[in-house]
């Protein structure tokens, strides 16, 4: 069953949700480059959206899709072909079927502290705002987000929604955001 | 001197900040550091090159790395 067929068969459009209400829908796209870009933007046109992982059992890798208020999808879709990235498909779904990818975890190791976020962790020396230790993810521009961050100041480091291309990047751009929040 | 760190059966990030704590306390130049995931042996490399160390010796035995790291 394909990524598309699972929300087809759990939710057909326009059938009311758990809640009662069908008003969000997600946008799948070719890659996460695209999603990035797409995210970037429609929040640069004021758009209420959300980056989601997929639920565990149907995500396949580095899945990510953009939820949006279904009533706009006709605006967002013309803004998005505007800038040459349409979506792949716009889907009217329940939020219950989603993870946020937002979701932070924090863990302090006195000197240290440790942000993950989805399945990325980003570790800071407090004391000297410097980058120790990226880690998690499984995607294969991991090693260069740490080869690029581990060593610089917060600063300093570049920004992992700048170099990165998967959603590893995305998560740790929410950590770096997260931790430089923090410190 | 060389002094050990035995990082074996932690995750990411602890190896790494034993790694960083041991070069810290300045009581040595070399730091043999073992552990028992490809990823930490990555992580801890790049941690003690950021900080100047040389990573001189990685060798595998079964499921453990032990790396060795210099600084002159």
Redesign the interface.
Same mark, same amino acid.
């Given at each position: 069953m394909s990524f598309l067929s699972f929300f087809k068969d759990k939710q057909k459009p326009g059938t009311p949700g758990d809640n009662g209400n069908v008003d969000r829908g997600i946008m799948v796209f070719e890659n996460t480059s695209e999603v990035i870009q797409a995210e970037n933007t429609l929040k640069r046109e004021g758009w209420e959206i959300r980056v989601m992982g997929p639920p565990p059992e149907i995500q396949s890798g580095c899945d990510l899709v953009i939820e949006f208020p279904l009533i706009e999808e006709l605006n967002i879709l013309r803004s998005l072909e505007g800038e040459g990235i349409p979506p792949l498909e716009m889907v009217p779904v329940t939020s219950p079927l989603l993870q946020p990818v937002d979701l932070f975890h924090i863990k302090d190791?006195g000197? %240290?502290i440790?942000v993950r976020a989805a399945n990325m962790?980003l570790?800071v020396?407090k004391a000297t705002e410097n980058i /120790?230790? /990226?880690? @998690?993810g499984g995607c294969p521009d991991v090693?260069y987000l740490? %080869?690029e961050m581990? @060593?610089q100041t917060l600063a300093d480091a570049p920004s992992p929604r700048e170099i990165g291309h998967t959603l590893c990047g995305y998560a740790l751009q929410l950590a770096f955001e997260e931790v430089k929040r923090r410190c | 001197m060389s002094t050990k760190v035995d990082a074996r059966g932690l995750s990411?990030?602890?190896p /790494?900040?034993m790694t960083?704590d041991e070069i810290k306390t300045g009581n040595t130049n070399e730091i043999e550091i073992l552990v028992d995931t490809e990823?930490s042996k990555?992580?801890v490399s790049?941690?003690a090159?950021?900080?100047g160390w040389e990573v001189a010796d990685v060798s595998e035995e079964g499921d453990e790395y032990k790396i060795t790291i210099r600084k002159d």
């Open positions: 190791f000197e %240290y440790m962790k570790t020396e /120790v230790n /990226v880690s @998690g090693p740490a %080869y581990v @060593g | 990411c990030p602890q /790494v900040l960083l990823t990555e992580n790049r941690a090159t950021s900080q």
